[in-house]
């Protein structure tokens, strides 16, 4: 089992920054591939980035250029650095956790329960 814990979320002005950790409990950190994925209201959850097992990473469109993950295996954490936030960023930013390679959402083995960011125009 993996239990992940979501911090960072809040409020902020479009044009500002955020950053989302990650803490995940387990020893086995280093051999899952840990992604943020986000909900915003009445849409359905979708892919934002990923830290994958071998050190590369990936990142939704709408997220690239804008957005730098980054995980740490020595303290089991994974971060989501937000710069230039738009309102559309609005969303839960949910961390998760997969043994496969794969960005869909019905294949992540363990969630998060979430962290809100509103980004006010």
């Known amino acids: 089992q993996v239990q992940l814990v979501e911090s960072g979320g809040g409020l902020v002005q479009a044009g500002g920054s955020l950053r989302l950790s990650c803490a995940a409990s387990g020893r086995t950190f280093s051999s899952y591939h840990m992604e943020w994925f986000r909900q915003a209201p009445g849409k359905e959850r979708e892919f934002v980035s990923a830290?994958?097992?071998?050190?590369?990473?990936s990142y939704s469109d709408s997220a690239k250029g804008r957005f730098t993950i980054s995980r740490d295996n020595a303290k089991n954490t994974v971060d989501l650095q937000m710069n230039s936030l738009k309102p559309e960023d609005t969303a839960v930013y949910y961390c998760?956790?997969?043994?496969?390679?794969?960005?869909?959402?019905?294949?992540?083995?363990?969630w998060g329960k979430g962290t809100l960011v509103t980004v006010s125009s």
């Open positions: 998760a956790a997969v043994r496969v390679f794969s960005t869909v959402v019905g294949a992540m083995d363990f």
């Open positions: 830290s994958w097992k071998g050190g590369s990473t």
